[in-house]
């Protein structure tokens, strides 16, 4: 195994944490299933999938620019 830190927004952190508990589950297998599942997918040559992880990225590097007082210097 290894520790990783990762900044993931507050509210979506809270929401994903009260889900896990609620259903017995550790967030920690979910997000390894998750970044699993997008790793397979990555694999699979899908073109679809590939532009579609894609255009998520450039989305959420967007957003987090919007966020930050200084991101579209960054």
Do not use: W
């Amino acid at each position: 195994m290894a520790l990783k830190t990762f900044n993931i927004d507050e509210q979506i952190y809270k929401q994903f944490s009260k889900h896990c508990k609620s259903e017995g589950l550790s967030m920690s297998k979910k997000v390894e299933r998750f970044i699993a599942s997008e790793i397979e997918n990555l694999k699979s040559g899908d073109k679809e999938i590939r532009d579609k992880v894609e255009e998520e990225r450039q989305k959420r590097i967007r957003e987090e620019n919007n966020e930050h007082p200084l991101g579209k210097y960054c």
